[in-house]
């Protein structure tokens, strides 16, 4: 696992496959040498692994939650696979425990203060962590009292700062599943937020036993979990729209202006100007996860080199065989590997600092880049997005409508082409949005983090109201709020399942 942290993919995947052959039944190796196929974008073996892990040791979580993530990334996934993953595992681990879950005695008055519960190990400086800055320290505490449940090993600022918000503290890394569930029935929790679920560091089988009355996703999982436990899941309507592509869900969507709330982790790198201007050529890049690159994305950004000469590109990736592995495809579709150049896993300054060679992104597909996109217009380095049917492939769409530049989502791989190969050769247009993107993105619902907590505590306000309305206890007006399955507010709107089976009805539970 060190030799991974280090980013040496060829000694860890030595390592692992040796340990493999002489321990054949231990899932955590299979699980750990999962993991690192994945982060090579080998993602059939990873996939493949994972299941081996899972027919050894089928009530690992671990392994179950890991494949079903990985899934997101496969370019060869249906939906309605991927759904059918997520379902598989809902009945054979978690439905058991929700039907022996016992009922809620929440007072379900709809208007009082809510004890509002969320969960991570990555309070700290993660992703995660910073998307919950703006929404933790923008909380309006009459409206909602804040629980936070921290698995962190290693705290930092972050850490520290999600603390000082935070109205009750609690550490759970040590804490098996069930006791963390009836920590949360005894702190009265109302509702419980959750951004990992089939992540790294997910209990999902703490949802599975429904702790609280009212369960809601959202965060760092790009789709449903597919866990009946789970009431509703926090989306956009450029996500997810409203008449828009089938997308099989478990849960019921609360549809806020956007997903995203964006927190720099570092604010004083100023935009360069394009490096085009110096260079003489146009660099193109992708500074994302390498699991999220497959054959059939460098084969499209192959034709955009193709289309303006000269032109160069940068991508994340460690060192090991699968730099060779893209490089191979590349020069398949006839471009010189000395225009592909690899730069390694950074610390965030130095990672921020790589915006300053890249011109123009180029988004991956089908699974794009979320908070690597939002880094890459914050240092003004504009992203081309394709539109996908999924939730994982709509991020890029869902950001630049935001950032009222739709141009730049294309529905089709020739106007992905056209869009790019069009910015690189108008320089000076290129240099002016480069310019301006910080400013736009500032200013933009994306980093408005007070509006953002605001429609969050109304999603939460509104399932609240839906679960008073249904309880045996609940005072005689309160039926009154019961929703439909489709209800709008002043910010959102509220949407049944899309499956065939409803799981949940209009009031969660």
């Known amino acids: 696992e060190a030799c991974r942290l280090l980013g040496k993919f060829d000694e860890c995947r030595a390592t692992y496959e040796r340990a493999l052959l002489r321990h054949p039944h231990d899932s955590g190796i299979y699980n750990n040498l999962g993991n690192l196929y994945a982060d090579a974008a080998q993602i059939d073996l990873s996939l493949d692994t994972y299941r081996k892990g899972i027919a050894i040791c089928p009530d690992s979580t671990a392994l179950h939650s890991n494949l079903l993530y990985t899934l997101q990334f496969h370019a060869g996934s249906t939906t309605e696979e991927v759904y059918a993953a997520h ?21 379900p008055s709809p208007e009082r203060r809510l004890r509002v519960a969320y969960f991570s190990p990555d309070f700290r400086e993660h992703a995660l962590g910073f998307y919950m800055l703006p929404l933790l320290t923008n909380h ?34 040590e804490w098996p599943d069930e006791q963390l569930a009836e ?23 703490v949802f599975a036993r429904r702790p609280a009355p009212v369960q809601i996703a959202f965060a760092g999982y790009p789709g449903t979990s597919g866990i009946t436990a789970i009431d509703y899941r926090l989306t956009d309507p450029y996500l997810e729209p409203e008449g828009g592509p089938r997308v099989p869900s478990a849960e019921k969507l609360l549809r806020m202006q956007t ?14 100007p394009p490096p085009a201007a110096k260079n003489g050529y146009v660099t193109f890049g992708n500074l994302n996860n390498f699991k999220k690159f497959n054959e059939g994305t460098f084969a499209l950004w192959a034709r955009v080199l193709a289309a303006v000469p000269q032109s160069r590109l940068v991508m994340l990736a460690a060192q090991g065989i699968h730099r060779q592995w893209a490089t191979d495809i590349f020069a398949r579709h006839g471009i010189a590997v000395e225009r592909i150049t690899f730069v390694p896993r950074q610390r965030q300054r130095s990672y921020m600092e790589t915006y300053h060679t890249i011109d123009i992104g180029l988004d991956s597909f089908p699974y794009n880049g979320h908070t690597t996109s939002l880094d890459s217009f914050y240092m003004g380095v504009p992203v081309v997005t394709l539109i996908g049917q999924t939730p994982v492939s709509r991020a890029g769409y869902s950001q ?34 480069r310019a301006g993107l910080r400013e736009r993105l500032t200013r933009s619902p994306l980093m408005d983090g007070p509006r953002f907590a605001r429609e969050v505590e109304a999603a939460y306000r509104l399932a609240w109201r839906n679960w008073c309305a249904t309880h045996p206890r609940a005072p005689y007006w309160t039926f009154a709020v019961r929703a439909p399955v489709s209800v709008r507010s002043s910010t959102m709107r509220v949407s049944g399942s899309t499956s065939s089976e409803r799981f949940v009805d209009s009031a969660g539970q």
């Open 259 to 272: 997903f995203w709330c964006y927190y720099p982790q570092v604010t004083d790198i100023p935009v360069a």
């Open 87 to 107: 379902r598989q595992f809902n009945e054979t681990l978690c439905e058991p425990l929700r039907r022996a879950a016992p009922p809620h005695d929440n007072d």
């Open 183 to 205: 920590r949360l029935r005894a702190d009265k929790i109302e509702i419980r937020g959750d951004g990992h679920l089939h992540r790294n560091g997910a209990r999902p089988l």
């Open 400 to 433: 630049l409508r935001n950032l009222e530049l739709p141009e730049l989502a294309v529905p089709d791989h020739e106007d992905f082409i056209a869009v790019a190969a069009g910015l690189a050769n108008d320089l000076p247009r290129l240099a002016t949005l």
């Open 140 to 173: 309006d505490k009459s409206q909602v009292e804040v629980f936070v449940y921290s698995a962190v090993q290693m705290p930092d600022f972050v850490t520290f700062r999600i603390r000082q918000v935070a109205d009750y503290w609690m550490e759970y890394r």
